[in-house]
């Protein structure tokens, strides 16, 4: 049984920085690096992918990731865990392990976990959903998505079968770094006391640079220096399930307990009930200690015997949303922009029953305060945003072009008129036996 582990977050989400990857490979003295970088929605975009391309529907920065880390990863025996499988895990195997041939990397082996995709085995099925009255199959939009969330299991499986990159679709959060502890520390997985513990580490890890400063600071109030190179989280983790939360020296950012405090809350319904496929955590206890410098001590945490049922995350296709800004500067910019607002209302809505949705912004003014008369003086440039969604795609973009008509038949000085035109997911909840999910290891070696 290893003695203390040493587990660092490699991103929080899909977009996140590579370069704090890079650092924790180099410089962590790492037995494992986790990249979290799958929400709800990049699912169904993912799934989306797939079937546009049946060798895509992994992260689209897969790629860029692996050639950056896998280098000093390998070179320093760092075990990799991702759900950058997304909609694909198989594909992201494959690609991986070509990545690792291109890089002269040889005998690494890769396993995809796979089992979290319900989409077929749901759509035609009832399933009462978990969040909002109804069922998948009598929403307006089509099922484009339907992903468990899968507990440490399958990756613990992977990891004791000789895996040095571990790559899953949807799996919890937290789940990604328990994988690790369990199996380093063998731990049996009705040892609730302990897999309560290693949520709450993984609970601190999953969003990265969270916990290292980055969405703590807000100046003056909470100051945070070497943002512009924010180091990412590592997590020291003793086999009785507490941890050191630190950072590699010398990189910005910082982790303190209030750090720390901000992020166990984090997504925190009920501290007493923090549920997830593995364990019903208990965060009420938590305790943090700051030790050193960023260095904060993680303990306390309990848990009790996991829910007899998984939560799936259902994506509908709710059409697409057409985007259009334009942008006013100068004396009068607040002026212009109000009647440029009034004028792309009335020929937006003109548009009728095929437009499901309308908001109309003045970005710096009333976008998200709750209006300019919070405001001592007129601003010097104002943003006109409209956006507005339509089942039908043609229709959507008609909203853009509205605005760039602007140009000439609004107020004058309008410029930099942009226009877009995307998906639109909903996400929806259900619950489903454990029984209905079946997961796989699928081998690639390079």
Not at 91 to 109: D, E, F, S, Y
Not at 240 to 261: E, F, H, R, Y
Request: overall charge negative; aromatic content about 4%.
């Amino acid at each position: 049984m290893k003695g203390t582990l040493r587990i660092g977050a490699g991103a929080g989400f899909s977009g996140d920085r590579i370069e704090p990857a890079v650092v924790l490979a180099e410089r962590g003295e790492l037995d494992y690096l986790v990249f979290e970088c799958l929400a709800e929605r990049t699912v169904a975009l993912a799934v989306r992918a797939r079937a546009r391309n049946p060798q895509a529907g992994f992260d689209p920065l897969l790629e860029e990731r692996m050639l950056a880390v896998l280098p000093a990863a390998v070179r320093n025996k760092v075990r990799i865990v991702s759900n950058m499988g997304a909609a694909h895990p198989v594909a992201a195997a494959r690609h991986t392990v070509a990545i690792l041939r291109q890089l002269g990397l040889r005998g690494i082996k890769v396993a995809a976990v796979t089992g979290d995709d319900l989409l077929d085995s749901l759509r035609a099925g009832a399933l009462p959903l978990a969040d909002v009255p109804g069922q998948p199959r009598s929403c307006r939009g089509a099922l484009v998505s339907a992903n468990a969330y899968l507990g440490c299991a399958p990756l613990v499986t992977a990891l004791g079968q000789g895996a040095d990159i571990v790559l899953t679709g949807r799996v919890a959060d937290p789940s990604l770094f328990l994988a690790p502890m369990v199996y380093a520390f063998g731990w049996p997985l009705d040892d609730w006391l302990r897999l309560g513990q290693g949520t709450v580490i993984g609970h601190l890890l999953e969003c990265a640079g969270q916990v290292t400063g980055g969405y703590f600071a807000d100046p003056p109030f909470k100051l945070v220096s070497g943002l512009a190179d924010l180091g990412f989280p590592l997590a020291e983790v003793g086999a009785d399930g507490t941890a050191v939360i630190t950072k590699v020296a010398g990189t910005g950012g910082q982790v303190s307990v209030p750090t720390c405090t901000e992020q166990l809350l984090y997504e925190l319904h009920d501290p007493s009930r923090y549920l997830t496929p593995d364990v019903v955590a208990d965060f009420s206890g938590v305790q943090l200690e700051q030790l050193a410098t960023d260095r904060v001590r993680v303990s306390g945490g309990m848990g009790s015997a996991r829910p007899d049922t998984l939560k799936v995350s259902l994506g509908h296709d709710e059409g697409f949303s057409g985007e259009g800004q334009i942008s006013y500067a100068g004396p009068g910019a607040l002026e212009r922009g109000l009647l440029a607002r009034a004028i792309l209302e009335e020929r937006v809505r003109r548009l009728g029953n095929a437009l499901l949705d309308l908001r109309c912004d003045l970005i710096g003014v009333d976008s998200v305060s709750a209006g300019y008369g919070s405001h001592q003086a007129a601003p010097a440039e104002v943003r006109v945003r409209v956006v507005g969604r339509s089942m039908d795609e043609l229709m959507a973009a008609r909203i853009g072009r509205e605005v760039e008509a602007m140009y000439t038949n609004g107020p004058a000085g309008g410029g930099g008129a942009t226009s877009a035109v995307r998906p639109v997911i909903v996400i929806e909840s259900a619950l489903v036996p454990r029984s209905a999910v079946h997961t796989a290891i699928h081998w690639e070696e390079s």
